[in-house]
């Protein structure tokens, strides 16, 4: 008896795939990432541009607009604050330095570094570790990053305003694309993207909105200062799945180490305080809300932090576990790949049940005939 070997061959050329595409990725970011990202903005906006245009009869492509300018005024507010948090930071220094001396000494005299009493803090670290040598390389470094970010935001909002307007007639073009029994499959597929990317990331910014709230609190009640850079801090790093979390949780016990020095009380408070604010709102009030888990294992979640990060940085590593949650509709909705889904779900029964929800999902959607997704 023969045996067939095309799935095989298929599993073979995928692999292959991945790899090209990994490498295409990595050596075409400045293009692919703008792109990427416009995709996940397009589909939180897409259900509020569709709500606009049906409910309250605006035109399609002025409530793009208006999602496109809201999106840049946001950006705009968060730029000044940044800016802002670190010339206050950079004006109060003077109040910091015997604080960092004092630290700096007791590390030299730990790891034997050379340690000059007649000199303060930044003539020390000048004079040692190379500093000179690593501020030339963060300056130019900075000033490019600053170029090339500004330039793939620009890219990313001209993206976002086109593709909103294109998804708007991406119903008939899928009518003439596929055949009459993948229609079906395919509209459930981008409607379930849809769905599920809106509704990960809006909890998400919620979630992560009410930890710097929390956080700001926190900081007002020890009195530790820069209260609205760090919250903005762990409202940022919220959105990186664990790891986010710990740096923030680690930056701000430094600071408190910094500015609280000798005194142990506030830095073990500002520790505890914002270990049990990251844990309370992402283990327990997080998977409430949700209601049910976004079906994507934890080990995937990380080896897609190390991948998505390696590719594309920090925006890779915010934007990972909505990129996974998407590769798993697309192999749930793509027979041959359902044992990749089924390896990238949490709970290969959970998987299952959304395979049969996917099926139920098409034979709804090819009896509505909708014009729009």
């Known amino acids: 008896m023969k045996k067939d070997y095309s799935r095989q061959i298929f599993y073979l050329l ?157 119903r008939g073009k899928i009518d003439v694309m596929f055949q009459e029994k993948r229609q079906g499959r395919v509209m459930a597929m981008i409607k379930k993207t849809i769905a599920d990317t809106a509704r990960f990331l809006s909890i998400k910014f919620v979630i992560s909105f009410a930890t710097g709230v929390l956080v700001y609190f926190m900081c007002l009640a020890v009195r530790l200062d820069f209260a609205p850079m760090w919250a903005f801090l762990a409202f940022v790093l919220n959105f990186i799945p664990t790891f986010g979390s710990i740096f923030s949780v680690l930056m701000m016990t430094l600071f408190a180490l910094l500015q609280f020095y000798p005194s142990p009380v506030r830095i073990i408070l500002v520790l505890v305080i914002t270990l049990l604010i990251n844990f309370v709102l992402g283990n327990i009030v997080e998977p409430r809300v949700e209601g049910k888990n976004l079906g994507v294992s934890p080990f995937i979640i990380l080896v897609g932090l190390t991948f998505w990060g390696w590719m594309w940085g920090f925006i890779g590593m915010i934007i990972c576990v909505p990129l996974m949650v998407i590769i798993k509709i697309a192999c749930e909705n793509v027979e041959f790949l359902h044992p990749v889904a089924i390896l990238i779900g949490n709970r290969p029964e959970d998987t299952l049940q959304e395979l049969q929800s996917d099926e139920e999902d098409e034979e709804t959607d090819k009896t509505e005939g909708e014009s729009e997704i």
């Open 14 to 170: 995928l692999l292959f795939a991945i790899v090209l595409l990994g490498v295409l990725g990595k050596i075409l970011s400045s293009v692919v990432l703008p792109v990427m990202v416009s995709f996940l903005f397009s589909f939180v906006f897409y259900p509020i541009v569709k709500k606009l245009n049906q409910k309250f009869h605006v035109p399609w492509v002025l409530g793009t607009i208006l999602m496109v300018l809201l999106l840049l005024v946001v950006f705009t507010l968060i730029s000044t604050f940044v800016a802002t948090s670190i010339t206050a930071f950079l004006s109060q220094y003077s109040k910091y330095e015997n604080k960092f001396l004092s630290i700096y000494k007791l590390f030299a005299d730990t790891f034997n570094v050379q340690f000059y009493d007649d000199k303060n803090f930044v003539e020390n670290i000048w004079s040692q570790l190379k500093i000179r040598e690593m501020l030339q390389e963060l300056a130019l470094s900075l000033s490019g990053n600053i170029f090339n970010f500004a330039r793939a935001f620009g890219m990313t909002l001209l993206f976002t305003v086109f593709l909103l307007i294109e998804l708007k007639s991406a």
